[in-house]
């Protein structure tokens, strides 16, 4: 299995990106799939997740109202598109994803078995 997170860059606090993550190697609409994300000096977080089908989603409540998450099953992709960026936002964001038969735990990152490499978003105020 290989997830390979792009999209990551500097944006002005306001702006907005648009992260992909796209997946290899599995049984794609099988796994749910997560974004978490890691500041410097700080645990990673859970960001936001959505289920193998696409039709639940859920989100961290520090992003809510301005990330989305979204997959394509054809194209076994993952997005996050977050918009109104904040400089707390920055850090180095990971997909991952979710085994079926998992406990449903989506905000823990134990319940994730496989990680991409992050991709650093920066918002500069």
């Known amino acids: 299995v290989q997830l390979q997170a792009s999209g990551g860059g500097l944006v002005q606090a306001g702006g907005s990106l648009r992260l992909s993550c796209a997946a290899s190697g599995l049984i794609f609409s099988s796994y749910g799939m997560g974004w978490f994300r890691q500041a410097p000096g700080k645990e990673r977080e859970f960001v936001a997740a959505?289920?193998?089908?696409?039709?639940?989603?859920y989100y961290a409540d520090s992003v809510k109202g301005r990330f989305s998450i979204s997959r394509d099953n054809a194209k076994k992709m993952v997005y996050l598109q977050m918009n109104s960026l904040k400089p707390e936002d920055t850090a180095v964001y990971y997909c991952?994803?979710?085994?079926?038969?998992?406990?449903?735990?989506?905000?823990?990152?134990?319940?994730?078995?496989?990680w991409g490499q992050g991709t650093l978003v920066t918002v500069s105020s």
């Open positions: 959505i289920s193998g089908s696409g039709g639940s989603t």
């Open positions: 991952a994803a979710d085994p079926p038969g998992g406990r449903g735990s989506f905000y823990s990152t134990d319940e994730y078995a496989f």
